[in-house]
């Protein structure tokens, strides 16, 4: 093993959670695969082609240099969307290589005006509507001026779509906002479609959205987090079915991260281990060091409450996590010995370390653990 660790992509975990995510759409939504953030940390060379084979054919990614990646990765022909950061020198590598992309300011859309007089293709762009999340998007004040360009540029600048983003739709607490956003939306695409401006698509529905609002499904689901097996909040499971406990619930988790035992060492009682006092031993132990660490991914702030498998046993990690390693208490595995798999995400016989496992003892969300896996580790594809 060249690297400390790897990671395994379950094929069948990917083609089940897309098909089962395509089931809670109309028949005729485009299903968008959100990709940002090296697929969630999947990573976007490895996910790419496996996408593709579950019958995606429409990515979307955050900015520019993701987009990139997506058109070295990607085997056949499917559609590209950058939802965030197009710097202005990169409009024109982006309309030429006929990539959809949000426009959210004025200052963007004269730049694309500009810019898309001198391409071969028209610019495709996604006109993102401000409606509650005060973050991006044109307001309504704006439209009029935003109207007139488009009406004006029909040849160079094409109405991909008219959008917005939901300010939390995986959270409950949110309902009355979310509602609210939906209804300002369909509000002021009304204005586009009076002005003869009709979008190839409207879209608004992420994961949560197309879990908890159905209503927001519309010809176009930028669907994110649930692609690879994680609902976006315990609401979102509640709302859509049974307890999803298990081996029973629909989104299967197509990440697993592994390493192995790099040394094993006996320590007796009263010992401190690993850097500092935070963790004395309580009794004579065995201990086992994995060569994983805070600049692996592995969260300093599991610091004595991470948890891996080793042998089928669930094991405490003891000590603080250093930069390339950490030490778990294997006293009562037995049989342990240098080389034994270390599964840090995943299944071992009968027992899982899942994800959220993780954000419980770290007060951290899915999304953040996820995409704070290192580039560097392999990605292998399994069934």
Not at 203 to 228: K, Q
Request: hydrophobic share 40%; glycine share 6%; with cysteine.
């Amino acid at each position: 093993m060249l690297h400390t660790s790897y990671i395994e992509l379950s094929k069948s975990a990917l083609n089940n959670n897309i098909q089962y995510m395509k089931s809670k759409l109309n028949p005729h939504t485009r299903y968008s695969m959100v990709v940002k953030a090296n697929a969630y940390g999947h990573g976007v060379e490895d996910l790419i082609p496996m996408a593709e084979q579950c019958g995606v054919d429409h990515f979307s990614v955050f900015s520019a240099a993701e987009a990139v990646r997506v058109n070295k990765a990607k085997q056949g022909h499917c559609e590209l969307m950058i939802m965030g950061f197009v710097d202005n020198d990169q409009l024109e590598w982006v309309i030429e290589e006929d990539i959809s992309f949000f426009v959210f300011s004025m200052e963007r859309l004269k730049a694309v005006e500009k810019t898309a007089r001198k391409t071969s293709n028209p610019a495709r762009i996604h006109i993102e509507l401000e409606t509650g999340m005060h973050r991006t998007g044109f307001t309504e004040d704006e439209l009029d001026e935003v109207m007139e360009i488009m009406k004006g540029n029909r040849e160079n600048i094409k109405l991909e779509g008219l959008c917005t983003h939901f300010a939390g739709a995986e959270d409950f607490s949110n309902f009355h906002r979310i509602k609210k956003q939906i209804a300002n939306f369909n509000r002021l695409t009304t204005l586009f479609k009076n002005n003869g401006l009709v979008p190839r698509y409207h879209h608004t529905a992420c994961s949560a959205g197309v879990l908890n609002f159905p209503e927001s499904v519309m010809d176009l689901a930028r669907v994110g987090i649930s692609n690879y097996g994680f609902w976006p909040s315990d609401e979102s499971k509640l709302i859509n079915g049974e307890q999803h406990i298990g081996d029973n619930d629909p989104l299967k988790r197509v990440l697993s991260w592994k390493s192995k035992i790099m040394s094993v060492n006996r320590v007796a009682e009263g010992e401190y281990v690993s850097y500092g006092s935070s963790f004395m031993t309580n009794r004579d132990s065995l201990i086992a060091t994995i060569p994983v660490g805070y600049g692996y991914g592995f969260s300093r702030n599991l610091s004595n409450l991470g948890h891996v498998l080793v042998n089928g046993k669930r094991v405490t990690v003891i000590g603080a996590v250093n930069m390339n390693m950490m030490v778990v208490d294997v006293t009562d595995v037995p049989h342990v010995k240098i080389g034994d798999e270390v599964v840090l995400i995943g299944s071992q016989a009968n027992r899982t370390i899942s994800v959220s496992s993780f954000s419980d003892m770290n007060n951290s969300m899915n999304y953040e653990l996820l995409t704070r896996l290192p580039q560097h580790i392999p990605r292998y594809a399994v069934v």
